[in-house]
């Protein structure tokens, strides 16, 4: 863990990047570990699982104003990025989270109240490496 903290730390010397460690993610999940970073959110923020390869115009898309979803049309469902405005952490720390709750069913509970961008990566060269077959 540290290599890896040292590492995305010399690679993006020039961005404030902070690690939130929870150690009790097998009992309270990754809304748990959100809620534990939450005093570095107040000005928003971008939510990437560990596991996504972005393609990098993913990263173009993240400069636009506002929330942002990003939806690939060929595949159900994927935990892709996010990205939410301060209003939208807000009202995400207002209402809350239940036990065990994953960090995306938390953020659906929010984008009836605030409007959301989608961007669609259907054509844009991303993985979500689960399985070593993922990798070919």
């Given at each position: 863990?540290?290599?890896?903290?040292?590492?995305?730390i010399d690679r993006y010397s020039n961005l404030n990047i902070s690690f939130v460690d929870n150690?009790?993610?097998?009992?309270?999940?990754?809304?748990?570990?959100?809620?534990?970073?939450?005093?570095?959110?107040?000005?928003?923020?971008?939510?990437a699982n560990c596991d996504l390869v972005p393609d990098p115009r993913m990263f173009?898309?993240?400069?636009?104003?506002?929330?942002?979803?990003?939806?690939?049309?060929?595949?159900?469902?994927?935990?892709?990025?996010?990205?939410?405005?301060?209003?939208?952490?807000?009202?995400?720390?207002?209402?809350?989270?239940?036990?065990?709750?994953?960090?995306?069913?938390?953020?659906?509970?929010?984008?009836?109240?605030?409007?959301?961008?989608?961007?669609?990566?259907?054509?844009?060269?991303?993985?979500?490496?689960?399985?070593?077959?993922?990798?070919?």
């Amino acid at each position: 863990k540290e290599q890896l903290k040292s590492a995305v730390i010399d690679r993006y010397s020039n961005l404030n990047i902070s690690f939130v460690d929870n150690d009790k993610y097998l009992e309270e999940g990754t809304a748990y570990s959100l809620a534990r970073a939450a005093e570095h959110m107040k000005e928003g923020f971008v939510y990437a699982n560990c596991d996504l390869v972005p393609d990098p115009r993913m990263f173009d898309d993240l400069k636009k104003e506002g929330n942002i979803m990003f939806v690939d049309k060929r595949v159900p469902f994927r935990n892709t990025l996010m990205k939410l405005s301060p209003e939208a952490v807000n009202t995400l720390f207002e209402i809350g989270f239940a036990p065990k709750e994953r960090a995306y069913d938390w953020f659906f509970k929010i984008m009836g109240s605030h409007n959301f961008h989608t961007v669609d990566i259907s054509n844009y060269d991303w993985r979500e490496i689960d399985e070593p077959s993922d990798l070919e």
